[in-house]
């Protein structure tokens, strides 16, 4: 519908205008307030990962093997002491010995 005046014409350009200029500034503020979150989950990124380096989180270091513990005494069976014990004898078959070719028997 046309105008009657030229001043209702302004009018209208400018009611127009404003709600583009809205529309507009709706969307930058939207793109402004998503790249204001991006960029804080990249600065919480980087701080977790810093905080985990920092800890000690990405050393690959295995557990330590667990050793026993020579200072503790263990309990043992008594010995009397009246009895001589041969160490080379032992109670169990033992296989044949392996001849070394050092030692020939002859």
Known sequence: MPAKSKHMEQRKQRIATAKKNARLAGKL???R????????????????LAYLWQSGFFEDEAPPAEETPTSEVTETAPVDPSATVDPTASTEPSEAPSESPSETTE
């Not at 998503?34 to 989950?41: D, F, T």
């Open 33 to 48: 307030q998503l790249q204001a979150l991006g960029g804080l989950l990249a600065i919480a990124a980087v701080l977790t």
């Open 29 to 31: 503020r939207r793109r």
